[in-house]
């Protein structure tokens, strides 16, 4: 019997992606492909799968009245960001470590960025809660089973979420300019992903 791999995901274009571009590199395995943890559990039955591949991002529908924020509101948010005159204003004659403020600098602008889409996730109702939610099923569920994620929106904050949770792993989807190329991308990454995700499952079945 083939090696069970439970991917729980609420978009029908990931599910695609492991579809045709994942799951071709491994004959040896079994992807069992779900939006729920209700589905999953139901399609696996009696069986046991090696691993669950969860998407960590979701609709979070304690959020009632979702909006996409407008390209005016956005606009007036990053006119507020600090730019990179701001970055380089001064550094020449700047005493002390200069890399060290130079990167500071920078990150100031990339913590600005990160924040407002934090902002505009929370504002149109999407989130951690969904793969969280669906770890804890795992947990409870399949006790041994290995998790991990496989997310492409998640940030430092999610990550440290995640392995609080008890996570066996974080691995980040390929993301091309538009799906053609991100198509192309996963179908690359797909044998060195494999090879961990198999890494993973070895390691919780090997004898101690």
């Known amino acids: 019997m083939k090696t069970i ?4 995901d609420d978009s029908r274009f990931e599910h695609d992606l492991v579809r045709n ?9 079994m ?3 779900t939006f729920t943890f209700n589905e999953a559990k139901e399609q696996l039955g009696k069986n046991v799968p090696a691993l669950f591949l969860l998407d960590l991002w979701g609709k979070d529908s304690d959020v009632r009245e979702p909006y996409m924020s407008s390209k005016e509101e956005l606009k007036e948010k990053v006119s507020g960001f600090p730019a990179l005159d701001d970055v380089y204003e001064g550094l020449d004659n700047f005493e002390g470590d200069v890399t060290n403020e130079y990167l500071k600098r920078l990150f100031v602008i990339v913590d600005s960025w ?14 951690g809660k969904y793969g969280l939610s669906n770890l804890r099923q795992v947990r409870k569920y399949y006790p041994g089973v290995p998790a991990v994620f496989y997310t492409r929106k998640s940030l430092i904050g999610d990550a440290v979420d995640m392995f609080k ?4 792993g974080l691995f980040i989807k390929p993301t091309g300019a538009n799906d053609s190329e991100t198509r192309r991308l996963t179908s690359q990454y797909a044998p060195l992903f494999l090879a961990e995700l198999r890494l993973i499952i ?3 079945t090997s004898p101690k």
């Open 5 to 8: 791999i439970c991917f729980i």
């Open 21 to 29: 571009e994942i799951a071709p590199s491994a004959p040896d395995l």
């Open 31 to 33: 992807f069992v492909q």
């Open 114 to 127: 990160r924040s407002m889409f934090e902002e505009v996730c929370s504002r149109i109702g999407q989130n």
């Open 165 to 168: 949770a008890g996570a066996d």
């Open 202 to 204: 070895a390691s919780k």
